[in-house]
């Protein structure tokens, strides 16, 4: 790394600050170290590099530059548009093709190099934003156990990114975080509902995320899974979102709101099994059609 030269403002502020990630984050961005590869090259995990750059911008060292808007159209970009982004080694986009190539583990073709080069330029994400998502990516195929993820998949990923703002380093941070929670809750919930380990279909982490979203805590969830077992004899995700959301529109979250509001009790006349001849609970007969309709749709 090249030697920095910090002005006595710039000293002064570093030094009153109680984050030595702060200190290690501006320095290196200060050498004019690439941002992309800034998680890789400090060590940090994306809290630290949240609370890193949130201490550097309340001492006023730590600026974004506002992103522009989109073209109208995504450009068709020629080879020769591809060689003039990277006939400086040095330049930001070579040093995002490096670091690609480097997690992807493999070199790209030309026309991968071009969907890359749609990041910056069309997108306008950040080349340091575009490490994270890459990253963000590479760590999300990997927790689901399988292979690493396409240009295809990444370009997805990052036309999600831009829909949803997330263009600066600090909120690319946040959505990682937030993302790694939420893998983290869905994972708890998994056990809780006893579901084997096999990889989730798009439904499924649908439904979890929906119920996380919510806010149940784990009581409610297991007691939600127990009346539906006991309801319909088996485990049902239609059936289940059918209760949980009921419940959340009624505002109805933990067991003793659910045990105070709830209209439709769980049947408990015969051992907690819903027997032929009993009539249904309005919120049970609401359920069954519900479920009933998914099945038949999917």
Known sequence: MQSVTLTTEETRKLLSCSCPDAVALYLYRKAQQPLETALDALHFT???????TDCLRQLGLWETASRPPLQPEKPVYTDADLREAMKDNKAAFSKLVGEAQRRLGRTLSTEELKTLLSFTDYLRLPPEVVGILLTYCIERNRRKGIRLPSIRTIEKEAYHWADEGIDTLEAACFHVEAQRRLFTRMQQLRLLLGLDS?????DEERYLSTWI???FPDESINLAYERTCNQTGAFKWAYMNSILKSWHEKQLHTPQEIAEGDTAPAAKRHGGYQQHGDKLSPLARKAVQSALAEDEEG
């Open 198 to 202: 096999r990889r989730l279909t798009s």
């Open 213 to 215: 979203s919510m806010g």
């Open 46 to 52: 994306v809290p630290q590099m949240v609370a890193a």
